[in-house]
Antibody, heavy 117, light 108 residues
């Protein structure tokens, strides 16, 4: 069955970096784009961008240009989100999702990132 | 970028009731719209794509309709397991794949 399994919760200090993984299984990894979505506590869903799993080319939404990095380990069918120079406003749950042309049909379970000094 | 405005932000309904959630796009999205359900503490799940097509395994009490800039999600005969937040998302003009602000559905 198709699954996206993300890494565990993270507790970081402001200014540190965090790397979140999203391991795909049950389908051909390079046939679908991987998307990232942020959800701040008690808030809605915010589209962060996506990475082309065939070429490795990332595309970032405007609010996520600069400190956010998407990359792949294709041999392991794994996508990563790295956030550098963490800020308090980065405290959220981060989801990966498989992108179909018609929506995001499978989602990871989410990774809660806590930023606290 | 296309903006998506969802209403209402919250909704309280009784078991068995019919519920409708609206989503308005800032410009025509030509049915390029998906609806997601997110239960508390869980990840979102795709319910509907192309504005009115039910995703695999989604109960038939859920339906989507609309065109142009106005879309709606209807839940017939509300069940307790439908308590969740619901989000619309446009994918006609991307990037970005814009989400609506969400509707939190509770039981009365």
């Amino acid at each position: 069955q198709i699954q996206l399994v993300q890494s565990g919760p993270e507790l970081k200090k402001p200014g540190e970096s965090v790397k979140i993984s999203c391991k795909a299984s049950g389908y051909t990894f390079t046939n679908y784009g991987m998307y990232w979505v942020k959800q701040a506590p008690g808030q809605g869903l915010q589209y962060m961008g996506w990475i082309n799993t065939e070429t490795g080319k990332p595309t970032y939404a405007d609010d996520f240009k600069g400190r956010f990095v998407f990359f792949l380990e294709t041999s392991a069918s794994t996508a990563y989100l790295q956030i550098n120079n963490l800020k308090n406003e980065d405290m959220a749950t981060y989801f990966c999702a498989r992108g179909e042309p018609l929506g995001f049909d499978y989602w990871g379970q989410g990774v809660m990132v806590t930023v606290s000094s | 970028d296309i903006q998506m405005t969802q209403s209402p932000a919250s909704l309280s309904a009784s078991l068995g009731e019919t519920v409708t959630i609206e989503c308005r796009a800032s410009e025509d999205i030509y049915n390029g719209l998906a609806w997601y359900q997110q239960k508390p503490g869980k990840s979102p799940q795709l319910l509907i794509y192309n504005a009115n097509s039910l995703h695999t395994g989604v109960p038939s009490r859920f339906s989507g309709s609309g065109s142009g800039t106005q879309y709606s999600l209807k839940i017939n005969s509300l069940q307790s397991e439908d308590v969740a937040s619901y989000f619309c998302q446009q994918y006609y003009d991307y990037p970005p794949w814009t989400f609506g602000g969400g509707t939190k559905l509770e039981l009365k």
